[in-house]
């Protein structure tokens, strides 16, 4: 391994450390691995980081699972239709208070943000939280978001 590509391998086996450990590997002299011991230390490395992944993507799948039964118990407990249930679900978030991070929170909070199905579920929330808004107008109720 040449000098250039020891760096480029020390520099991706810090940037891997930091995403498995959420710090920058200390107390390691690098200088002192072999190219063996280098590309070793990397495999594991990136070993803990794929198990890391697939452990997080379950435990969403999980929760995708769980938010889709509450939906569903929503609807089936008298909502009647997908879009009262988000409404209800929304509406019960947070004690009823609706504000620019009223959706996130939700999302955040049954660990369904930034996945496909968050986004989704995101896009439906915010035309029933726009529907909420125009209700309100209507009765001339105040809401901030």
Do not use: C
């Not at 002299?29 to 990397?42: G, H, M, P, R, V």
């Not at 915010?126 to 808004?133: L, R, Y």
């Amino acid at each position: 391994m040449t000098n250039s590509e020891r760096n480029e391998t020390i520099s991706y086996i810090s940037d891997v450390y930091k995403d498995v450990n959420g710090i920058r590997p200390r107390n390691y002299n690098f200088d002192a691995f072999s190219d063996k011991d280098l590309d070793e230390f990397l495999a594991d490395l990136n070993k803990q980081a794929d198990d890391q992944y697939w452990e997080m993507r379950t435990e969403q799948a999980k929760s995708e699972l769980k938010f889709m039964k509450l939906i569903n118990d929503t609807i089936a407990s008298g909502a009647g239709n997908r879009e009262t249930a988000l409404r209800w679900i929304i509406q019960g978030y947070d004690n009823g208070h609706i504000d620019g991070w009223t959706i996130d929170g939700l999302l955040i909070q049954n660990n369904i943000d930034y996945t496909k199905y968050g986004f989704k579920i995101k896009a439906e929330l915010e035309k029933v939280v726009q529907n909420i808004f125009e209700e309100s107008e209507e009765d001339n109720v105040e809401l901030t978001i």
